[in-house]
Structure formats: C-alpha cells, structure tokens
C-alpha cells in the first residue's frame, strides 16, 4: 500500500469540504466560452491543495486549473483538478470530483481521485497497485462488444465535435453501450474500476488525466495521450484508454482513422 497515496487522499478529503460552502458555490465565474465556468470553490479547492502538497515530496511544482499557467521545470509536478465536473458541480447533479496527479520525470506516476458525493476515493502509486476505498481494484475483463464507451463531444471547442461523433457513432455500433457523464476524471476512474472498459476524448488538458493514468495502469488497464511519447503538461491533447490491449488496439484504430493527428496546437 502506498503511504504516499495515503496521505494525498487524506489531504484531498479534508480540501473537499470546502466544496459544501454554498457561499462559494454561488460565486460563479465564466471563462473561455459559455460551456467553462469557474467558481470560488474551485479557486478555494486548489488554494488549500497548493498549500498542503508540495510538502509531501520536496522540491516540487504545482500546476493547477484555475489561476495563472507558467513552464515548469521539476523533477516532480503536481497536476491538479480542484473540481473536474464544475458545470455537474454549479447544476447540482451530483458527480464532480478532485483529481490531484504527481508527474514524475514526464510520466504520471500517482494519482487521488475522489468522488464526495459517493466518498470513493481511487488511488495509485506506481508498482504498488491501484485501490478504491482500500480494497484493490480491476479492469474488467470484458470484449468490445460488451463494453461501455466514456467520451465527449470536446465541449470547450466544438470545431472538433464531428470528428467526436464519428469516433463515437463507430465504437456505439460495434459496442454495448454509451456513457456521457461530464467528469473526465471520474469516468477514467471507473475504467480502472471496471464499472467502463473503453474511453476517448478528443481534448483534455494535463488536470484531467494525470491522476487517472497511474490508476488506470495499475488497475491492468491501458491509457495514453494520442501522439505523444511523454504526457505532456504544457497543452492539451487525445486520450484513449481501455481496459484491455484488444480493446485498446480496436479503439485507437478507430480514433486514428477519424483523428489521424492532433488538430489544434494551443498551449496553457
């Protein structure tokens, strides 16, 4: 069991509570375009993480989604979602989650997700397993055929929908199933949980995977950033995952036929 992990999810229960102050769910803050909000449970969230993680592993960085964006340069990164869902958040709907990743030498090596309003917490730590609540998880062992597909339709720039819902429409028809959920992060987990087997999203950004992936891996699942080698944390960027190398080998066929590359070169 990874005492690391242990004491990030300690860390991220007690900064959830800040997300039960409906003083500062109500402040409520548009950015980039009608679909991205913010609100000062968000800024509240990362401000306690940002005080409290760095202390964990010694001479490390912090990227987090709200605020100010610079180049970082340490060994080791935290990547934080303070609330990852905040539209589900700001509507009630009741499934957001904290997303908090350490990258390490350019791959994510452990990641906490917690989901509040269910209190799971996953967690992995890199050769040391993945856990929901303390007991191990799996991936499921189900075929394409049987599988459910997490994605979206790349809401915060929706230039690239149609190629979403090429990829999405292809996977449905050979597939079980669909699930649209609006929590990157929490979707990603359940692949590790084995409650979903396959996962696409055309454009997420560093935040809302780099906790994901440890868990996904450790849990016998596969996860990647379409296109590149390292997990980058300076731009967003396709990610696929699956709970199996069929599985994935399929998906990722599908994916590159309709997305054969990155389609945007933004930074953050």
């Not at 912090?62 to 180049?71: D, N």
């Not at 997490?150 to 028809?173: P, T």
């Amino acid at each position: 069991m990874s005492e690391l992990t242990v004491q990030i999810a300690a860390i991220v229960r007690e900064a959830s509570k800040l997300m039960t102050d409906k003083s500062l769910k109500d402040r409520i803050e548009q950015k980039g375009n009608n679909s991205n909000y913010v609100t000062e449970a968000d800024k509240a969230v990362q401000n306690f993480l940002a005080e409290r993680l760095p202390a964990l592993v010694p001479e490390s960085e912090m990227l987090g989604e709200e605020g100010e964006h610079r180049q970082l340069h340490a060994e080791n990164i935290w990547v934080v979602d303070p609330i990852d869902g905040t539209s589900n958040f700001i509507r009630d709907i009741g499934f957001s989650g904290i997303s908090v990743g350490l990258v390490r030498n350019g791959e994510p090596y452990a990641g906490v997700i917690y989901n509040p309003y269910r209190d799971e917490v996953y967690r992995a730590e890199t050769g040391k397993g993945a856990f929901l609540n303390e007991q191990p998880i799996r991936v499921s062992d189900r075929d394409f055929s049987h599988s459910h597909l997490c994605s979206a339709m790349c809401l915060y720039d929706k230039r690239y929908a149609e190629a979403c819902f090429n990829v999405i429409r292809r996977v449905y028809l050979q597939s079980d199933d669909l699930r649209r959920m609006g929590t990157a992060c929490l979707e990603l987990a359940m692949l590790a949980a084995g409650r979903v087997e396959l996962y696409f999203e055309m454009r997420l950004f560093p935040w809302d995977a780099a906790a994901a992936f440890p868990i996904i891996r450790e849990a016998g699942g596969i996860a990647e950033c379409l296109y590149y080698e390292e997990f980058p944390v300076d731009r967003p960027f396709p990610v696929i995952a699956a709970n199996s190398r069929e599985n994935f080998e399929k998906l990722k066929e599908i994916v590159c036929e309709e997305v054969p590359r990155v389609p945007y070169e933004d930074r953050i």
